[in-house]
């Protein structure tokens, strides 16, 4: 099992930023890709960007060149850094691990994030 702790969300003006981390622990060696996803009040959970263990990323068109992620192997974390925020960018936010081994998924508990002046 893998176990998926985020954190670093928070109330923000737009224009500003954020980062979150999500701390991966348990049978990390199965995991392959660790992504963010989002889900806004009323809408579906939205891919928001993935890096993998090679360090291959890949982004949302929403987001694509505000977001960043990266990886830090010696920490088994992966972080999210969140500029030129937008309301629309409002949303909880979940660490997603995927499942070598098995196919499954692993979702944390998820962060809020608020943009709003």
């Known amino acids: 099992q893998v176990q998926l702790v985020e954190s670093g969300g928070g109330l923000v003006q737009p224009g500003g930023s954020l980062r979150l981390s999500c701390a991966a622990s348990?049978?990390?060696?199965?995991?392959?890709?660790t992504g963010w996803y989002r889900q806004a009040p009323g809408k579906k959970r939205e891919f928001v960007a993935q890096?993998?263990?090679?360090?291959?990323?890949s982004y949302a068109d929403s987001v694509k060149s505000r977001f960043t992620i990266s990886g830090d192997g010696a920490k088994n974390t992966v972080y999210l850094q969140m500029n030129s925020l937008k309301p629309e960018d409002s949303a909880v936010y979940y660490c997603n691990g995927k499942d070598a081994i098995s196919g499954g998924n692993y979702w944390g508990q998820g962060t809020q994030v608020t943009v709003s002046s």
């Open positions: 890096v993998t263990k090679s360090g291959s990323t």
């Open positions: 348990g049978s990390i060696f199965r995991i392959y890709v």
